[in-house]
């Protein structure tokens, strides 16, 4: 999802089954009634390069990939969002996806397919984030 504005009614997504939140884009937002279990200041790969610090850039997405995926275990809908709703969003929810035992190739085409259905460019935005959704190795 991209980044929610001043407006945004959260109380519909309580409604949907939905009560954490997940966020890669630092602003100031409240979510209420949903409560934020993980901040992480993910860069915006827009250009088409790699994050200036990989190695940092992917112990956030792990942090965050573990919030979301505790938080679901334990039986809370939970949203992800960053600014646009596709690069970073989509990096974290294909590394979901792959700790939840699906493969690779498989989550890249959906996401490709998601964003391409929103009426974008497709995705990933960096061949990074195909990268770390396809070498992701999932926490036993």
């Known amino acids: 999802m991209k980044f929610p504005r001043s407006d945004f009614p959260w109380s519909s997504l309580q409604a949907a089954g939905f009560s954490k939140v997940v966020s890669l884009h630092p602003g100031s937002f409240n979510p209420a009634p949903l409560v934020v279990c993980s901040c992480e200041a993910l860069e915006d790969l827009v250009h088409g390069g790699p994050p200036a610090q990989p190695n940092a850039e992917r112990a956030k997405v792990q942090r965050a990939v573990a919030a979301t995926v505790t938080a679901w275990r334990a ?51 960096s061949k990074w984030q195909a990268d770390l959704v396809e070498h992701w190795e999932v926490d036993t």
């Open 75 to 125: 039986g809370y809908g939970v949203v992800v969002h960053c600014a646009g709703g596709r690069g970073r969003t989509g990096t974290v929810l294909g590394c979901v996806l792959r700790e939840l035992g699906f493969q690779a190739a498989e989550v890249v085409s959906f996401l490709d397919r998601v964003h391409k259905a929103r009426g974008k460019s497709g995705w990933p935005e």
